[in-house]
C-alpha cells in the first residue's frame, strides 16, 4: 500500500512538473515578461518580454533580489505580494508604476537617456508556482505592460474636465479646484483671489468676423493668458465668452497685478491672418475670499464686479482689488 501511495505521489509529482514545463514554455513565446520569485525576493528566473518595444531584457536580473534592482517601497510591496500568493495560493494583482531608470540591475544603455525616464505602468499577477527545482517557495510574477490603456484613461480623464474648444479646464474642473482652494485658505487662514473674464462686444466679433475667428479670438486670449500665469494660478471656461482665475495665496495686491497684466497682455494680441485690424479687450471682476465666505459667494461677487467693470466703459478690473 505505501508503495502504490508512493507511485501515486511520485505520478502526480511528474504531472504538476509537466504543467509547470509547458506553462514556462509557454511564457517563454509570450510578449509580456515574467519573473520566477522566491520567498527572499530572489530573481530565480526570468521569461519571456518577446514585445522589445515593451520590454528590456531582464536577464542580468536573475540571481539578484528585489531589493537590490528596485527601490525599497516598490520591492517592500513586490515581496508581500509574493507572500501572500504563496501563503494563499490565489492570484494577486497589482497596477504600479516604473521608469527603467529605476531598475539599477539593468544595463546603463538602458537605463540612461530619455527613454529610461518614461514612466510605464504595468499589471503584477502573482500564482504560486510548484513545483520548482529550487530550495524556496516561489512564485510566477507575470508583468504585463498596462501603458497604453493607462494613457487612454488619462486622456479620457482629462477630455472630460477640459474645454474642447480652447484647451483650458472646464466649468466643472475649474469649481472642483476652487472648492479645495477656498477649504485651504480658510482652514490655513491663507489669502485667495477670484478674476472674472468676460470679452468684450464679442457678439460683435462673430457678427462682423464670423464665429471661426471669433473661436480663433477665445483660444489666443486664453493661451497668452495661460502662459501669463503662475504655475499655482488656474484658469477655466465658465460658459460662452466668460471665463474665471483663480488666485490662491495671492492677496489683492497680487490680484490687481495679475488683472492688470491680463489687460495688457490681451491688448497686445492679433490675429493677421483671420482680422488683421482687430483689437481684443477683456473686463475683468475681482474679489478675495471673505472670512466665512464660500465659494458661491464669492464668485457672485466677482460676477458683480465684473458687470460693473463692463458698464464703467469695458477694458478694465473693477472689484475688491480697486
Not at 536580473?61 to 513586490?78: F, K, N, Q
Amino acid at each position: 500500500m505505501e508503495n502504490e501511495n508512493a507511485q501515486v505521489s511520485r505520478a502526480e509529482y511528474e504531472a504538476l512538473r509537466a504543467e509547470r514545463d509547458q506553462l514556462l514554455a509557454l511564457l517563454r513565446a509570450l510578449p509580456d515578461i515574467s519573473f520566477v520569485i522566491d520567498t527572499d525576493g530572489l530573481y530565480v528566473r526570468v521569461i519571456g518580454g518577446a514585445n522589445e518595444t515593451m520590454y528590456i531584457d531582464g536577464k542580468t536580473l536573475e540571481g539578484h533580489t528585489l531589493h537590490e534592482a528596485l527601490p525599497a517601497e516598490i520591492a517592500d510591496r513586490c515581496l508581500n505580494l509574493v507572500h501572500e500568493a504563496i501563503r494563499t495560493g490565489d492570484l494577486q494583482t497589482v497596477e504600479y508604476p516604473l521608469r527603467v531608470s529605476e531598475v539599477a540591475l539593468l544595463p546603463d544603455a538602458s537605463r540612461k537617456g530619455s527613454k529610461g525616464e518614461v514612466e510605464q505602468w504595468f499589471e503584477g499577477r502573482v500564482i504560486p508556482l510548484s513545483p520548482f527545482d529550487h530550495p524556496k517557495p516561489v512564485a510566477l510574477w507575470v508583468a504585463v505592460n498596462i501603458t497604453p490603456r493607462k494613457q487612454l484613461e488619462q486622456y479620457w480623464r482629462e477630455a472630460a474636465h477640459t474645454d474642447s474648444l480652447t484647451g483650458v479646464a472646464n466649468r466643472l474642473r475649474l469649481f472642483d479646484r476652487a472648492h479645495r482652494e477656498v477649504e485651504r485658505a480658510h482652514r490655513h487662514g491663507r489669502p485667495f483671489c477670484v478674476l472674472m473674464i468676460d470679452f468684450d462686444h464679442f457678439k460683435r466679433i462673430n457678427d462682423h468676423y464670423g464665429h471661426a475667428t471669433g473661436d480663433d479670438a477665445l483660444r489666443a486670449v486664453t493661451r497668452a493668458c495661460g502662459e501669463m500665469l503662475r504655475d499655482n494660478d488656474f484658469m477655466g471656461r465658465t460658459g460662452g465668452e466668460e471665463f474665471a482665475v483663480i488666485l490662491p495665496e495671492t492677496d489683492l495686491e497680487g490680484a490687481r497685478h495679475t488683472a492688470n497684466r491680463l489687460l495688457e497682455t490681451v491688448r497686445t494680441i492679433q490675429l493677421p491672418n483671420a482680422a488683421p485690424d482687430l483689437h481684443l479687450t477683456i473686463s475683468i471682476g475681482c474679489a478675495r475670499l471673505q472670512a466665512g465666505e464660500g465659494l458661491d459667494r464669492l464668485m457672485r461677487r466677482a460676477d458683480e464686479h465684473l458687470y460693473a467693470a463692463k458698464a464703467a466703459g469695458r477694458d478694465r478690473c473693477c472689484g475688491d482689488c480697486n
